[in-house]
C-alpha cells in the first residue's frame, strides 16, 4: 500500500508541474483534514505540493496534524486553517485570512463533512446543520476563493459526495420540517446538492484552466460513517488514494463525477438545468451574496483539459 502512496505521489506531483506557470509553487488546502480521509489524503498532499492548508474545527488535532506532517515532509510548508463550517462568519474569517497570505489555489478538496443528529439542529445562521456543513459553507469557501482558484495556471475542485446523493431526489425536502426529520435523509440531500452544484460549476469552468469533480471515495471505516450505518467500511487509506487520484488526474472532457478511480455518468437529476437553477436560487439565498461562477450554464461539464 505505501508503494502504491508513493506512486500516487510521483505521479501527482508529475502531472501537476506539467501544468503550473514556472516558479510557481503549488498549493491545496484540505477541508476536515485532521480526521478520517481527510487526515489521510493531507499526508498524501504533502509529499507533492509546495504549501498544504490544512482545515479542522479544533486547534489542538491541527497542530497535532501539523507537528506530525512537517517532519515527514519537510519540503511542504503546512498552514494550519482553523475554522467552524457550521458558522458562514468563519468560513469569511478563514478565507479572508488564506487571502491576505496566499494569491493562487491549484487544488482545493471539500471533503469536510457531518452525519448530524436527532432531533434537527439548526446553525446560528438558520439553516439546518448537515445541509450548511455538508453543502453550503463549501460553496462559499469556493467562492470567497473564486479569484485565487482562477489564478492558479491550472486548478482543480473536488467534491467528496457519496453514492447516497441518489436516494434524494428533491433539495431541502424533509429537511425543514422537524417532524419529518431524519439525519441520514438530510445527508443524502446535502450530498446531492453538493453533486447538482458540482455540474454547475465544472460547467462555469468549461473552455479554462480550471476543473471541477465529484468524487464518491468508496466506502471507508470513518467516525462519519458510524454515525450514520452500523455496518462496517473498508479501509481509509484505499479511499484515500481516490481523493487523490481526483485531484491530481488529468481530466477528460465531459466527465466530471467519479466512483473511486472510475468516471461514472452522473445521475441524470443532477445535469437538469431546472434543478441546477433552483438549487442556484437557495444557494444565494442562504448565503446572501451573488455566485461569482454566474448564472447556471446548460452547456454541460466543462470540456477544458489542464
Known amino acids: ?86 458558522s458562514f462568519a468563519d468560513v469569511r474569517r478563514m478565507t479572508a485570512s488564506i487571502r491576505m497570505t496566499f494569491d493562487h489555489i491549484d487544488i482545493l478538496i471539500n471533503n469536510a463533512a457531518t452525519a448530524g443528529r436527532h432531533p434537527r439542529a439548526v446553525t446560528e445562521d438558520g439553516n439546518e446543520s448537515i445541509f450548511q456543513v455538508n453543502y453550503l459553507s463549501p460553496v462559499l469557501l469556493v467562492a470567497e476563493l473564486y479569484d485565487l482558484l482562477r489564478a492558479a495556471r491550472c486548478c482543480r475542485v473536488v467534491n467528496v459526495v457519496c453514492d447516497i446523493h441518489r436516494q434524494a431526489r428533491a433539495i431541502g425536502s424533509g429537511c425543514d420540517d422537524s417532524r419529518r426529520y431524519h439525519p441520514l435523509i438530510a445527508y443524502a440531500q446535502s450530498k446531492f446538492a453538493l453533486a447538482v452544484h458540482t455540474a454547475t460549476l465544472a460547467s462555469a469552468f468549461a473552455e479554462s484552466r480550471c476543473t471541477a469533480v465529484c468524487l464518491d471515495p468508496g466506502v471507508a471505516e470513518t467516525k462519519l460513517r458510524r454515525k450514520l450505518v452500523v455496518l462496517p467500511g473498508g479501509v481509509v487509506s484505499e479511499a484515500a488514494d481516490n481523493v487523490l487520484y481526483a485531484a491530481t ?23 437538469r438545468a431546472h434543478v441546477q437553477r433552483e438549487l442556484e436560487v437557495m444557494t444565494v439565498g442562504a448565503l446572501g451574496r451573488r455566485l461569482p461562477w454566474g448564472e447556471t450554464s446548460e452547456t454541460g461539464p466543462s470540456t477544458a483539459c489542464c
Open 1 to 86: 500500500m505505501e508503494a502504491a502512496k508513493d506512486n500516487s505521489a510521483t505521479r501527482g506531483r508529475s502531472e501537476w508541474r506539467t501544468v503550473a506557470s514556472p516558479g510557481q509553487r503549488l498549493l491545496a488546502l484540505v477541508t476536515g483534514a485532521t480526521d478520517g480521509i481527510g487526515e489521510a489524503v493531507s499526508h498524501r498532499l504533502a509529499g507533492i505540493v509546495d504549501t498544504l492548508l490544512v482545515h479542522g474545527k479544533s486547534a489542538s488535532l491541527l497542530s497535532a496534524l501539523a507537528a506530525e506532517l512537517a517532519p515527514a515532509h519537510p519540503g511542504t510548508s503546512i498552514v494550519p486553517v482553523l475554522g467552524d463550517l457550521r
Open 249 to 271: 488526474m488529468r481530466p477528460m472532457p465531459r466527465e466530471f463525477y467519479l466512483r473511486g478511480k472510475e468516471i461514472v455518468q452522473p445521475e441524470p437529476e443532477l445535469l
